[in-house]
């Protein structure tokens, strides 16, 4: 089946440590996207790649970095520098352009700091 | 990208249509109009879009007015499974073209 799948559903996070959330797609997009989503809020948007090798800060990219080594994989790691990374994060990809593009969103991330 | 106003939550009747508005004032020519929806602790579901016509897909229709003001997504027949968060998203062609703005959106409840 074609999507994108996100591991693992679950995380825990102890202070000072750095934790990575995994995202692959095999839709073949060129685009993929990382997003936070607090309780009861709208999604942020943290980092965003629109092309293999190359990515940009979204509007929360604090605390956060990404690769993106290949078409299929973009790698969140939350550093110990995020002081609340306590949320459900996003991962999503899109094709296409021109204001017609559609993003799909895997199932997501819950993220714990024990 | 044009700020998007939704009411807090709706509530709906099962079987009946859902009708979910969207208030898209300072919309620009270039930018489309986008739905999704949010089912508790899951991925955001794409459903529909549009530009200036009216749309219908197997899950909903979207209807825009001629001044693009605003816009309506309808569930033409609700089931329990439509309880969720709806999202109204409108994202410019050019300018930050791969960047969506999700606001708070709408919580539509599906009673029986």
């Known amino acids: 089946d074609g999507g994108i799948t996100q591991s693992p559903k679950y995380l825990f996070r102890k202070e000072g440590q750095n934790v990575t959330l995994s995202c692959e797609q095999n839709?073949?997009?060129?685009?993929m996207y990382w997003y936070r989503q607090d309780p009861g809020q709208g999604l942020r948007l943290i980092y965003y790649s629109q092309i293999v090798n190359d990515f940009q800060k979204g509007d929360i990219a604090e605390g956060y970095s990404v690769s993106r080594e290949k078409k299929e994989s973009f790698p969140l790691t939350v550093t110990s520098a995020q002081k609340n990374p306590t949320a459900f994060y996003l991962c999503?990809?899109?094709?296409?352009?021109?204001?017609?593009?559609?993003?799909?969103f895997g199932p997501g991330t819950r993220l714990l700091v024990l | 990208d044009a700020k998007t106003t939704q009411p807090t939550s709706m509530d709906c009747a099962e079987g009946r249509a859902a009708n979910l508005p969207c208030n898209h004032s300072t919309i620009s020519g270039n930018e489309y109009v986008y739905w999704y929806r949010q089912i508790h602790s899951q991925g955001p579901q794409y459903i529909i879009h549009g530009l200036k016509n009216n749309e219908t897909n197997e899950m909903a229709s979207l209807i825009i007015t001629e001044d693009r003001k605003s816009s309506t997504l309808i569930l033409p027949h609700a089931t329990l499974r439509d309880t969720a968060v709806y999202y109204c998203i409108v994202r410019a062609s050019e300018i930050n073209f791969n960047k969506f703005y999700f606001g708070s959106g709408t919580k539509l409840n599906v009673k029986p």
């Open positions: 839709l073949n997009h060129d685009a």
């Open positions: 999503a990809s899109s094709d296409g352009g021109g204001g017609r593009e559609t993003q799909y």
